[in-house]
């Protein structure tokens, strides 16, 4: 299973964020899609996701800064960040889950907020 995203490079501190991910239409039209991050010696933590339902959930330490949104003609995920700063920095994966709890994963983008 083929998540390709685009997006994520070297962001300035306080800039804005654009990452995509495009997958087939099978496995997006039964998937919750949601856009972790991890950092070296960290765990991967849920940044967000949206659901079928396009209601989004978002991590605390995004909220107001972050938006997660759907294009079902697209099959496509979009998130979407502005006032970036270094705690941002980290490599973003795309998923799709399941709703028998199978998760595929994107390659991931790596995403520096840097002066």
């Known amino acids: 299973v083929e998540l390709v995203e685009s997006g994520g490079g070297l962001v300035q501190p306080g800039g804005s964020l654009s990452l995509s991910c495009t997958t087939s239409r099978s496995l997006f039209g039964q998937s919750t899609m949601g856009w972790y991050r991890q950092t070296t010696g960290k765990q991967r933590e849920l940044v967000a996701d949206i659901g079928l339902d396009s209601i989004p959930n978002l991590a605390d330490s995004v909220k107001g800064r972050f938006t997660i949104s759907r294009d079902d003609e697209k099959n496509t995920v979009y998130l979407r960040g502005n006032s970036l700063n270094s705690e941002d920095t980290a490599e973003y994966y795309c998923?799709?889950?399941?709703?028998?709890?199978?998760?595929?994963w994107g390659q991931g983008t790596l995403v520096t907020v840097s002066s």
């Open positions: 998923s799709a889950t399941t709703p028998w709890g199978l998760t595929s």
